[in-house]
């Protein structure tokens, strides 16, 4: 990557949290801050961020656009409607960058990311067009058919848990997002789809996505032993 060339950061975070008991996760306390804060936070203390647009739901709009305004996020330039699925919210977000070369792309619940993931993932994209954050699974995986019945166990040591950041080059998650329509869980899986090579980069097992109220918990232990 090129020190001329603009990155664009898209924070994810329009999700509806059905598992966090009535309570919105972006923002629920996190180190004494919404969870949200906590993330925008360290995009915008990362050097290699030039633009930040965080995707948000239609309750969370307005509080997510008064949260910017009174942290000072200056790397902030839009807090924009997401939509119903993640690649919506995805897709609102690319819309809205502006002469970016590289695209970040972050999940709003995973809140212990830091410049150092999001510095290395640039840096591994650079070198092919597309890196993912990722950790080596710890347990033994099964694969299994809907009546729940054992069909095969594939070998763990070939076996990775995505997380994000993803970064991509902004032409190759354009054209992803422009040309496959299928509905999937993450970004990577629409630039598999058109056939790109894409390289895992070692991610963080602190780097835990929060989706119910145990995981919040666990996120400010963490957050509390490292002081991120």
């Not at 001329?4 to 924070?11: E, S």
């Not at 598999?192 to 918990?217: F, H, P, Q, W």
């Amino acid at each position: 990557m090129q020190n001329n060339q603009k990155v664009g950061a898209i924070i994810v975070a329009a999700g509806r949290g059905e598992r966090m008991s009535g309570l919105d996760k972006m923002f629920a306390p996190l180190g004494g801050k919404p969870v949200l804060a906590r993330v925008v936070n360290v995009f915008e203390q990362c050097n290699s961020i030039d633009q930040i647009v965080v995707a948000l739901s239609a309750q969370a709009l307005e509080q997510g656009k008064k949260l910017v305004a009174q942290e000072g996020f200056s790397k902030v330039t839009d807090v924009c409607l997401g939509g119903k699925l993640r690649q919506n919210s995805v897709a609102a977000g690319l819309s809205r960058l502006k002469n970016c070369h590289w695209v970040v792309i972050h999940d709003g619940a995973r809140p212990l990311v830091t410049v150092a993931l999001i510095e290395t993932g640039l840096g591994v994209a650079g070198e092919i067009g597309a890196a993912v954050a990722a950790v080596p699974i710890t347990d033994t995986i099964k694969v299994a058919g809907d009546d729940r019945f054992v069909q095969k166990t594939p070998l763990r040591q070939n076996l990775w848990a995505v997380q994000t950041p993803q970064v991509f080059r902004s032409d190759i998650i354009t054209q992803a997002y422009r040309k496959i329509r299928a509905e999937v869980t993450d970004d990577a899986s629409l630039v598999e789809r058109l056939g790109c090579r894409i390289k895992l980069y070692m991610g963080s097992y602190d780097n835990i996505k929060i989706t119910n109220v145990s995981d919040l918990a666990l996120a400010e232990i963490i957050w509390r032993e490292h002081e991120i």
